[in-house]
């Protein structure tokens, strides 16, 4: 049972325009959460986050949007760029950063 | 600074033996994370040290896995008699403790084929 979710395997986009990529949950409890970036054959690397008691944060072209209600978190990425091409993963933590939860990932493909 | 290395980054290994894999974290970092990617899977959790010790075991797949930290430092993730669906990439990464530490930095990763 995959409590994170990313039901878009890939995503294509045109550079200069926005990158929306999507992710679901279904633990409420999840208190934190994470995206990641990740190129071929190297490790992830952290992207950017936002606490489970906010709403949107921002750092430079990515924008992280929160809706609890819906158990629903959006990674925007305005303008893409090539560069930007990689897998995404969305993250979740409980109990404060004791456990993380993957989701299976996003292959951004970010064309020019 | 350095980064979190681990070794090897590939082992080819024949099915029934044992492997060890080997991660060094950031220095400073008192947590550590071991995942494993399966081919076109996500980052499976498999275990979680705080220091030297491991509050949550529960990802291990089977009593064939362990997993040992020795000095808030280095940790060694152990597979015996390993099976063919260990084949993965083992991801390690570490952390700052603390509530405004949940970023994880992650290791290149050992490649591990069982045959």
């Known amino acids: 049972d995959q409590q994170v979710k990313q039901n878009s395997p890939s995503l294509s986009v045109q550079e200069g325009r926005i990158s929306i990529l999507n992710c679901d949950y279904t633990?409420?409890?999840?208190?934190?959460f994470l995206w990641y970036k990740k190129y071929p054959a190297e490790g992830p690397t952290f992207l950017i986050s936002?606490?489970?008691?906010?709403d949107k944060n921002e750092d430079g072209r990515f924008t992280v949007f929160l809706n609890k209600s819906a158990k629903h978190l959006s990674l925007h990425i305005v303008p893409s760029q090539p560069g930007d091409s990689a897998v995404y993963f969305c993250?979740?933590?409980?109990?404060?950063?004791?456990?993380?939860?993957f989701g299976p990932g996003t292959r951004l493909s970010v064309l020019p | 600074g350095a980064g979190v290395s681990q070794s090897p980054s590939n082992k080819v290994t024949e099915k029934g033996k044992d492997v060890e894999l080997r991660c060094d974290p950031i220095?400073?970092?008192?947590?550590l994370y071991w995942y494993r990617q399966s081919l076109g899977q996500g980052l499976e959790f498999l275990i979680y040290?705080?220091?030297?010790?491991?509050?949550?075991k529960s990802g291990l797949p089977s009593d064939r896995f362990s997993a040992e930290r020795t000095g808030g430092s280095v940790s060694t993730l152990t597979i015996q008699r390993t099976q063919q669906e260990d084949s993965a990439v083992y991801l390690c990464?570490?952390?700052?403790?603390?509530?405004?530490?949940?970023?994880?930095?992650f290791g290149p990763g050992t490649r591990l084929t069982v045959t």
């Open positions: 990464a570490s952390s700052q403790t603390g509530i405004s530490s949940y970023e994880q930095y």
């Open positions: 633990n409420s409890m999840f208190d934190y």
């Open positions: 936002i606490s489970s008691i906010k």
């Open positions: 993250a979740a933590s409980l109990n404060y950063g004791q456990n993380f939860v």
């Open positions: 220095s400073g970092h008192t947590a």
């Open positions: 040290f705080q220091g030297n010790s491991a509050p949550d």
